[in-house]
C-alpha cells in the first residue's frame, strides 16, 4: 500500500471499526428487534456512506490486493471472504452472515448490502469487472470433478438437476419436485455445475434446459419448467445475495450466453467454449424461468404454456431481463411485463416473440430433437458470438451487472418487499416466532 489508498485504507478501517463496536453495544436489546432500531439503522447508514466513498476512488487498488495484481481469479463469494478479512467491517464476515441466516429475512440487518457495494465498485471498473466476469466464467470445482464420470457415463445426478448425453445432445433436466422448479440456492448451484459439464464434454454440441415431470396433485404427470424464485425460502432468508442472485446472472445463465472463459494455460487463447442451448416450456416460465428463456437460441413452447415476470410486483429486479427482453419484445410492451407482471401465452402475439416454435404437448420432444439437430451446424456457434458482439457485447453487460448488483443488494432487504412477502407468505405459513425460523 501507498500513498492516498494507505491512509484512506487505514482510516476507513478505524471508521468501520468504532460502527461495529456501537452495534455491539446495541446486541444487549433483543437480536430480532435491531434490524428495526433507527439507531442501528443509522450506523449502517454512515458506515455504508464511508464504505462507498472508500470504493468509489480505491476499488481498483483493493481488487489488485485481493487478486495478487489480477493473477488470482477469485469467484465472488471467494472474494468477498478476501475482502473482508483484508479489511476488517468493509463486507460481513462468515461469523456475522451465519447469525443472519438464522432469522427470516425481515428480521435481518442487511449486511449482505455491503457485499452489493463492492462488487458494484468492482464491475463498474472495465479492467478489475471484466476480470471478475472472468473468474466467474471458470468451471467451478465441482463439475470438473464430475466430467470424467459424465464422460463415461453420459449421464450426472445432481439432486435438484440431472444432466444427460443423448446423441450428441447435453439435456439438463430441473426436477425441484418441492416447489414446482422454483430456484434457490442450490438449484443454482446444480445448474451452473449441470451447464459446466455440457460446456465442458467435448462430444456434447448442443445443450437442452427442461423442466421435469412433477408429482405435484395439481401438475402430477405434467412437465413443468419454472416458478421462478423460491418466495418461501426467501421470506425464510435461505436466498442469499451471492449464492443466488449473483451466481444465477454471472454463473449459469452468463455461461449459456458467453460460454466458460479461455484456458487462461493455452497459449493459443483460444476462444471460449460455449455452445448454443434450447428452451424446452412446460406448463409455465414463471420470472427466472422466463430470465432463463432470454438466454437461450432457441425456444419451444407447448401451446398453452405461458410466461410472466413477477419480479417488480414481489419487490424485486428480474435479473438480467431488464436488458435483454426489450430486445425481443417492443419497449412498451417490455415495460407492461415488468411494472404490471402481464401474462404473455405462448400462443399469443407476444408469445410469437419469445418462441421459436409452438407445439401441441405431445409434440414438444420432436420440435426439441429438430431445433438441437439443426443447431448442431458448426456455423452456429460463430454466428452466436457476433450476434452477441452486436446485441449485449460484454462491457454494456458488465456495466448492468454493476448496478444490478447495487439495487439488488438494497432490494431484498427494501421495506416494501418485506411488506409483500409477509401479506403473501405469512398468511399461508403462520405467525413468526421472535423472528427466527420456523
Known amino acids: 500500500m501507498t500513498g492516498r489508498y494507505q491512509s484512506d485504507f487505514a482510516a476507513t478501517r478505524r471508521f468501520l471499526d468504532v460502527g461495529e463496536q456501537m452495534l455491539g453495544t446495541l446486541s444487549t436489546t433483543q437480536r430480532h428487534s435491531r434490524p428495526q432500531d433507527p439507531r442501528a439503522r443509522a450506523v449502517h447508514q454512515a458506515c455504508r456512506t464511508v464504505r462507498l466513498a472508500f470504493l468509489a476512488v480505491h476499488a481498483d487498488q483493493l481488487y489488485a490486493e485481493l487478486t495478487d495484481g489480477r493473477r488470482r481469479h477469485l469467484r465472488v463469494d471467494v472474494l468477498c471472504t478476501a475482502a473482508g478479512e483484508l479489511m476488517p467491517g468493509l463486507v460481513p464476515t462468515a461469523e456475522q452472515l451465519a447469525e443472519e441466516g438464522r432469522y427470516q429475512q425481515p428480521r435481518k440487518e442487511g449486511r449482505e448490502i455491503d457485499q452489493g457495494l463492492l462488487l458494484w465498485s ?22 470438473s470433478t464430475l466430467l470424467p464420470a459424465f464422460r463415461a457415463d453420459g449421464f450426472v445426478d445432481l439432486g435438484e438437476v440431472t444432466v444427460e448425453r443423448r446423441a450428441g445432445v447435453g439435456h439438463v433436466t430441473v426436477q425441484n419436485q418441492r416447489c414446482l422448479n422454483a430456484e434457490d440456492d442450490a438449484v443454482v448451484e446444480a445448474l451452473e455445475t449441470a451447464v459446466d459439464l455440457v460446456l465442458l464434454d467435448d462430444d456434447v454440441r448442443v445443450g437442452v434446459l427442461r423442466g421435469g415431470v412433477m408429482r405435484h396433485p395439481r401438475y402430477a404427470g405434467r412437465r413443468v419448467f419454472s416458478a421462478g424464485i423460491n418466495l418461501t425460502e426467501l421470506y425464510r432468508g435461505g ?150 458482439l452486436a446485441e449485449e457485447p460484454e462491457d454494456r453487460f458488465r456495466q448492468y451487472l454493476a448496478e444490478y448488483a447495487l439495487e439488488q443488494s438494497r432490494r431484498i432487504y427494501s421495506e416494501d418487499l418485506f411488506a409483500k412477502l409477509e401479506q403473501t407468505w405469512l398468511a399461508r405459513f403462520g405467525s413468526i416466532v421472535a423472528g427466527t425460523k420456523p
Open 122 to 143: 468492482v464491475l463498474r471498473s472495465p479492467g478489475s469487472g471484466a476480470h471478475l466476469m472472468e473468474a466467474m466464467a471458470r468451471p467451478t470445482p465441482r463439475a
Open 239 to 388: 436466498i442469499t445475495f451471492l449464492g443466488f442472485l449473483m451466481r444465477r446472472e454471472m454463473g449459469y445463465i452468463a455461461k449459456m450466453v458467453r460460454g466458460l472463459a479461455p484456458d487462461p494455460d493455452d497459449p493459443t487463447r483460444r476462444p471460449a467454449a460455449e455452445k448454443p442451448w434450447v428452451g424446452a416450456v412446460d406448463t409455465f416460465a414463471i420470472g427466472g424461468g422466463l430470465q432463463i428463456l432470454l438466454a437461450a437460441d432457441h425456444v419451444v413452447a407447448e401451446k398453452d404454456a405461458y410466461f410472466s415476470l413477477p419480479a417488480l410486483r414481489e419487490g424485486l429486479v428480474p435479473g438480467v431481463a431488464n436488458l435483454r427482453l426489450p430486445r425481443l419484445v417492443p419497449s412498451r410492451r417490455a415495460r407492461k411485463a415488468i411494472f404490471s407482471d402481464h401474462t404473455i401465452r405462448a400462443g399469443d402475439t407476444d408469445g410469437a416473440l419469445l418462441c421459436d416454435a409452438v407445439v401441441d404437448a405431445d409434440e414438444m420432444a420432436e420440435a426439441v430433437a429438430s431445433a438441437a439437430a439443426r443447431l448442431a451446424d458448426p456455423a452456429v456457434v460463430p454466428n452466436r458470438r457476433m450476434l452477441r
